[in-house]
């Protein structure tokens, strides 16, 4: 079919023609996926959507022209950083997301190096090889050489190794909590104590875990130590169109104080526009993904969030009992928040054909390697449907057996 492109129609056959475009979308909305979108049902959905329309012309490049925007962000980024147990000191910025937040995170690791008059020739980080794709990105930005250290067999950061791995180049630790390969949560005191030992920079990504963990320790729920309670974590991300069930494009860096905010700032007046000064990679930013955050955080509330979180956690525990229970598949951890992985029995591609069967069912599951592996990423809208997705999950199990699928890609580019 020719675009359409062009060709001047009137709103309403333009918008029935988008209509048409999505019919073979995955229904997320209706919890069908498991990866790349999130809801907590309708009502949160319109709320979000509604503040977003009213703000998407706006323009957070200079919020002098926008009080507006500049206020929301600031609530936003406080609420979170409460959430994370900033310090007093505590400071951060919006970004569109966890990979905004994590090449930023590099940048001002070298920024740091830099502004200390200590920086190497070679800066190096130093992460385990479970942490996000993301950081490549900025170590290929910011020219970082990327030391990755193996997962102990628990799939948690292995310390001892990362130690090993650090030299006097090195500029960035970074831990994750949790990591999103098999959902569990690093070792953050003991990475965030090589970081002191080298007075450096050490991030912890919170993009799946910054909203979820602390609703769930709210809840009751025991978990480790990963935020700023922790001494020696100076940053971590937590990106709220995950698990804030916010419109997509808004995440959260924040730092333990001003000085090392500032390390991800941009200021410049080498041309002749005036000085342009930017908090992350974009210009011009859309005001919608920040009404968004602050219309769904200030409708849910903290105890929106705890119920929210309760409930992805309780269906991620009943498909990990279920997933144990089943001798051709295994899980490959306990799942320490709302994400899960699991395999079959060789560790083969035999997993992608379940993949494959429960697509068919309209399912929509992650596919990761190695090793090769369903991901989970459960959320509020799947309370309902556990059962119908156990069931469907057997029935794919039985139907499998023999075939062999396609391994899929976490992001693509064609
Ligand atoms: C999703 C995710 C990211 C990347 O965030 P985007 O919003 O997709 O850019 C980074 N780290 C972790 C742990 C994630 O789950």
């Given at each position: 079919m020719a675009s359409p492109l062009g060709l001047g129609r009137p709103a309403d056959e333009v918008l029935a023609a988008m209509e048409s475009l999505r019919t073979g979308d995955v229904k997320w909305r209706d919890g069908r996926a498991f990866s790349l979108a999130y809801s907590a049902g309708p009502e949160v959905l319109a709320l979000s959507e509604e503040a977003y329309r009213r703000f998407s012309g706006e323009n957070a490049l200079n919020t002098a022209a926008f009080p507006s925007l500049r206020s929301m962000h600031d609530d936003v980024v406080s609420c979170v950083s409460g959430w994370l147990h900033g310090p007093a000191s505590a400071r951060g910025f919006m970004t569109s997301g966890g990979t905004e937040s994590l090449v930023l995170v590099v940048r001002a690791a070298v920024e740091r190096a830099r502004r200390e008059g200590r920086l190497p020739a070679h800066p190096n980080m130093v992460l385990p090889t479970s942490a996000h794709a993301a950081l490549e990105k900025g170590a290929d930005y910011f020219g970082v050489e990327s030391r990755r250290v193996d997962v102990r067999n628990d799939w948690r950061a292995d310390v001892e190794a990362m130690a090993a791995a650090a030299d006097d180049s090195t500029v960035l630790f970074v831990a994750s909590a949790p990591q999103y390969p098999q959902g569990v949560i690093d070792p953050v005191a003991e990475v965030a104590a090589l970081a002191v030992g080298r007075d450096v920079n050490m991030h912890v990504d919170a993009c799946m875990g910054g909203v979820v963990l602390p609703a769930l320790e709210r809840a009751g729920v025991p978990l480790p130590p990963w935020d700023?309670?922790?001494?020696?974590?100076?940053s971590v991300s937590v990106d709220l169109h995950k698990y804030g069930y916010t419109a997509k494009g808004a995440g959260v860096l924040v730092h333990r104080d001003k000085l090392l905010r500032n390390d991800q700032v941009f200021v410049t007046d080498n041309w002749l526009g005036g000085v342009y000064g930017s908090s992350g990679i974009l210009g011009t930013k859309s005001g919608g993904p920040i009404a968004s955050a602050w219309a769904v955080m200030s409708h849910l509330g903290d105890a929106g969030y705890e119920r929210l979180a309760t409930a992805a956690r309780s269906v991620t525990l009943a498909i990990a009992a279920h997933v144990e229970g089943c001798d051709d598949l295994r899980l490959r951890?306990?799942?320490?928040?709302t994400l899960l992985a699991f395999g079959d029995a060789d560790d083969g591609p035999g997993i992608f054909a379940l993949a494959d069967e429960l697509r068919e069912r309209g399912w929509w599951v992650d596919r990761q390697g190695p090793p090769d592996s369903i991901h989970l990423t459960v959320n509020a809208v799947h309370e309902p449907l556990v059962d119908e997705f156990l069931a469907d999950l057997d029935a794919a199990r039985r139907a499998m057996r023999g075939r062999s699928g396609s391994s899929g890609a976490y992001g693509s580019v064609d």
């Open positions: 700023f309670r922790v001494p020696g974590v100076t951890s306990r799942p320490d928040s």
